[in-house]
């Protein structure tokens, strides 16, 4: 998707092992129809293991594909990762929506996340500058 920071050209150089160790460090959740086809993905990237900020971490790689949008499955990936992020004791979660994308950032506020600010040129998307919102959603 154009709003990930990532591209497939970029991440298509990466070698096999690459992804292998993502698997190890993340939490990734997808949904599948029966036929085993998926549906939507999402994934959380703790910051680091250290000590003062191994509480908390970003979601990742949020996806939904076009044709099965607007039927819960976004949300209920959220739900899914929220509900094993807090499992494993992360009590900080970061959570960024382009200022192009509205029907991200009303769904990531539906799921709980609030605004704390605004990233100007936050990436740089076919020869423009894009915003992000920066929200977060906290667990006691």
Do not use: W
């Not at 704390?116 to 977060?136: H, N, P, R, W």
């Amino acid at each position: 998707p154009n709003n990930f920071t990532s591209s497939f050209d970029q991440e298509s150089l990466e070698p096999l092992s690459y992804f292998e160790e993502m698997l190890k460090k993340f939490i990734y959740v997808g949904c599948f129809n029966v036929e085993g086809t998926i549906l939507g993905i999402c994934g959380f990237m703790p910051y680091d293991h250290q000590e003062k900020t191994s509480h908390k971490g970003i979601v990742t790689g949020f996806y939904v594909r076009k044709e099965y949008r607007g039927q819960g499955f976004a949300k209920k990936l959220m739900r899914d990762l929220l509900e094993r992020v807090e499992e494993r004791g992360y009590r900080n979660v970061i959570i960024r929506a382009t200022r192009n994308n509205p029907k991200a950032h009303q769904l990531y506020r539906n799921c709980g996340f609030k605004d704390i600010g605004m990233e100007k040129k936050s990436l740089f998307i076919d020869g423009k500058f894009v915003a992000e919102y920066v929200m977060q959603m906290i667990f006691d």
